[in-house]
């Protein structure tokens, strides 16, 4: 598994994933318009193969995640959670306070990844998914790297 940038010439992978991964899937635009310099796009691959990606937007000195899907046929491998820590990795190194999330509150799989990587619930955001029928409530999950911090300062 290798973790690089991601290129406007991944898009029709990433389409093609995206589809795979949500029932309410980005478009191409909505892709294009993260290309920015305030938003980190990763792109994961296994066997030279887009396998994976992450958008996160830098916001007021946070980091929000805003995608990350892996291709189904390549679930459970663990390239969920190698994108999760990069993007954790950089976004410290690039000096924001922490990491925030929206998840769909029936998505067990992707909380139970966020939880095991030490992100906690600190919030719920009503119908702020589309749905079938009914919207649904989003779970905000926050990783802060400043509750990391437990060095002792100087005497
Ligand atoms: C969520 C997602 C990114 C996880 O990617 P992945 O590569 O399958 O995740 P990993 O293999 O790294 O799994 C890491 C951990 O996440 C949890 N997990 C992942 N999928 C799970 C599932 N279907 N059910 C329960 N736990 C799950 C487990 O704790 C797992 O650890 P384990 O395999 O040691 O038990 C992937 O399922 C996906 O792309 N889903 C569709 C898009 C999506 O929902 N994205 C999240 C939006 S908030």
Redesign the pocket.
């Known amino acids: 598994m290798t973790i690089r940038p991601l290129s406007q010439d991944d898009l029709p992978e990433v389409l093609d994933i995206e589809c795979?991964?949500?029932s309410f899937p980005w478009s191409e635009s909505v892709f294009r318009g993260c290309f920015r310099p305030d938003y980190r796009l990763w792109a994961l691959e296994m066997c030279d193969r887009l396998s994976?990606y992450a958008v996160v937007a830098y916001m007021a000195g946070e980091a929000h995640?805003l995608?990350?899907?892996?291709a189904a046929s390549?679930?459970?491998?663990?390239?969920?959670?190698?994108?999760?820590r990069h993007l954790v990795a950089e976004s410290a190194r690039d000096g924001m306070s922490q990491v925030l999330?929206?998840?769909?509150d029936s998505?067990?799989?992707?909380m139970?990844?966020y939880a095991?990587e030490g992100f906690s619930v600190i919030g719920r955001r009503p119908g702020y998914y589309p749905g079938g029928r009914e919207r649904e409530d989003a779970l905000v999950m926050a990783l802060s790297f400043d509750s990391r911090c437990d060095s002792p300062g100087p005497p």
């Open positions: 795979q991964g949500y994976g995640l995608n990350l899907c892996v390549q679930r459970r491998s663990g390239a969920g959670r190698r994108l999760l999330l929206e998840v769909r998505n067990t799989g992707a139970n990844l095991s």
